[in-house]
């Protein structure tokens, strides 16, 4: 975790934070922080900046922080990937935002089974928890955009056209020679 995302339910003052579970656990375990400690934050879909730890315990952790520096920008990229086997979503979704892509659109396709598309994998809740994590290694705090489209034909049909615009357009076809 090269930042800690937070939220706006974390925040039960303006610029002072309360963090349990997982975060609290990686700040006293890998940070080893103390008080006084300056930590990099940001919030989620909104500016980054420090932290200052003002209570640690092992319970919870209280930060006093100020946001004053903008995420950075998104790559121009829209990853179109037939849906992989649901194991496989949670790496992806934690790769894509750690590299800062733009939109991933996870589509139908002829090898795809449908049972796929029940994974629990594929919940929102589910998707921004592996997506937080991306942000947090990509030192970022803008969610990528995540389109879900269980039907090819009317999506290469109607919507691709419009998604993709005049923008370059590459295909990586998984068999090789």
């Not at 980054?48 to 092992?58: I, P, R, T, Y």
Request: with cysteine; hydrophobic share 45%; charged share 20%.
């Amino acid at each position: 975790m090269n930042l800690i995302i937070l939220t706006p339910q974390d925040c039960p003052q303006s610029n002072i934070a309360h963090l349990t579970g997982r975060r609290l656990q990686h700040v006293l375990e890998v940070h080893q922080a103390q008080v006084g400690q300056q930590l990099r934050v940001g919030m989620l879909n909104g500016l980054m900046g420090n932290a200052e730890v003002v209570h640690l315990d092992k319970q919870s952790l209280q930060l006093r922080f100020e946001l004053d520096q903008a995420p950075p920008a998104k790559l121009p990229l829209t990853l179109l990937l037939a849906l992989p086997r649901p194991k496989m979503l949670k790496r992806i979704f934690q790769t894509v935002a750690t590299m800062g892509v733009e939109r991933v659109v996870l589509m139908n396709s002829y090898r795809v089974e449908k049972s796929f598309w029940d994974s629990p994998f594929l919940q929102p809740d589910a998707i921004q928890e592996q997506l937080i994590l991306g942000l947090e290694q990509g030192k970022d705090t803008v969610l990528p955009e995540i389109i879900l489209e269980k039907r090819f034909k009317p999506f290469v049909e109607d919507r691709l056209s419009s998604l993709a615009g005049d923008s370059l357009k590459l295909v990586a076809h998984p068999v090789a020679e």
